[in-house]
């Protein structure tokens, strides 16, 4: 990889990361409106997602260019699980003091940052399962069917943590939108059940991909992970944008709408992901000469968030119940494009094209 490609590469999750520190911060002080509380922190915090990739991609690009050191391998996995505890702490800090009864903005945002620091640290989970990277082009390269031990790879206890992470995090994300789904008595917790349970779609999309890297970098994957990993995250990109589309079809109230278009969102974020779990498949021991065409998916998805919060924008003009959503659609749109950030990186390091 050229190195002023790599520090493009390496930018775009950083400058991301300023869009949406920056418009959340502007929307948070810019009223004390629900829509801002909300919208304002959720926005923001979407940021830690942003830094947390950049953490992935400087770990993965650093070994591409041969400048990978053992700082490197603490540090940058440190700051991404940094980042996820202090968003999830601070989102544990908001909701704790709020009833959760009528639009409580509190439980509605405290429970949304808690989810983006369960994704987080399933991010930093995968910059920490790439510290070992280089390792996939090596063992992609054997022959099929070889089955001869990796040197350098990681210890059986540490897959095994690395394994278990992202399921506990998905868990526990599961477990906040489920438990507010079954206590649907307040707006305020029909949407913290609504998208608590998108973005735990989002944790369980991330658990292929760390999984997807874990055993390539081990080289145990085989036929039934290049069509396990990304029929789930389809699935999961399926199913988060099927449920806003369903409620906004149902549009019984007018809380129904925010959580219908996030929900659509977060379903364009699994398709983002699923370029990256998808391109592992595509091209571990044999050559996909569509490849190089695999980073526009992040770029479709990205672009459809920015467009649908364009139109979600107009509409908040007379409907106030869609400005959460209008804001926090920019913001996913942001995560997609640091997305395609990645997937080039991966396509740079594992297409034999």
């Known amino acids: 990889m050229n190195y002023w490609v790599s520090v493009i590469f390496r930018a775009i999750p950083l400058a991301m990361m300023g869009v949406c520190v920056g418009f959340g911060v502007y929307v948070w002080n ?13 926005v923001t ?5 942003c830094l947390c990739l950049f953490c992935t991609a400087a770990t993965i690009i650093r070994q591409l260019i041969g400048r990978f050191n053992a700082v490197d391998r603490v540090l940058y996995p440190a700051l991404g699980y940094l980042a996820a505890t202090g968003t999830a702490v601070y989102g544990v800090s908001v ?33 920490t399962a790439s510290t070992k990277f280089t390792l996939i082009p090596v063992n992609s390269a054997k022959p099929v069917g070889a ?12 897959v095994a943590v690395l394994a278990a992470l992202p399921v506990l995090l998905a868990a526990v994300a599961w477990a906040f939108g489920i438990g ?10 029909f949407t913290v059940g609504h998208v608590v349970s998108g973005l735990a779609m ?15 970098v081990q080289d145990s994957y085989g036929p039934r992970d290049r069509v396990a990993w990304p029929w789930l995250v389809i699935a999961m990109g399926a199913t988060s944008m099927a449920w806003g589309i369903v409620l906004l079809v149902l549009d019984r109230e007018p809380y129904y709408r925010t959580p219908g278009f996030v929900m659509i969102g977060l379903g ?5 992901i699923l370029s990256k779990v998808g391109l592992l498949a595509l091209v571990w021991r044999r050559t996909f000469s569509l490849a190089d065409r695999v980073p526009l998916i992040p770029v479709t998805t990205a672009l459809s968030c920015l467009f649908l919060a364009a139109f979600v924008f107009q509409a908040a003009f007379t409907d106030s119940n869609v400005f959460i959503a209008a804001h926090v659609l920019v913001g996913l749109g942001a995560i997609c494009f640091t997305l395609y950030s990645i997937v080039s990186i991966l396509e740079s390091g594992t297409s034999s094209k």
Do not use: K
Request: with cysteine; hydrophobic share 45%.
């Open 95 to 127: 909701f704790a003091g709020a009833s959760g009864s009528g639009q409580d903005p509190e439980y509605v945002a405290g429970h949304v940052v808690l989810g983006l620091g369960l994704i987080c640290g399933c991010v930093a989970t995968v910059a």
């Open 45 to 49: 915090f979407l940021g830690a997602i």
């Open 180 to 189: 507010n789904l079954l206590l649907t008595t307040s707006p305020s917790r």
């Open 202 to 216: 989002i944790c369980t999309s991330l658990i292929g991909l760390v999984w997807s890297i874990l055993r390539q």
């Open 268 to 272: 364009l974020v699994c398709f983002s």
């Open 30 to 42: 810019a009223g004390d409106a629900p829509g801002n509380v909300v919208a304002g922190r959720v």
């Open 147 to 158: 089955r001869t031990p990796p040197t350098g790879a990681f210890s059986p206890g540490a």
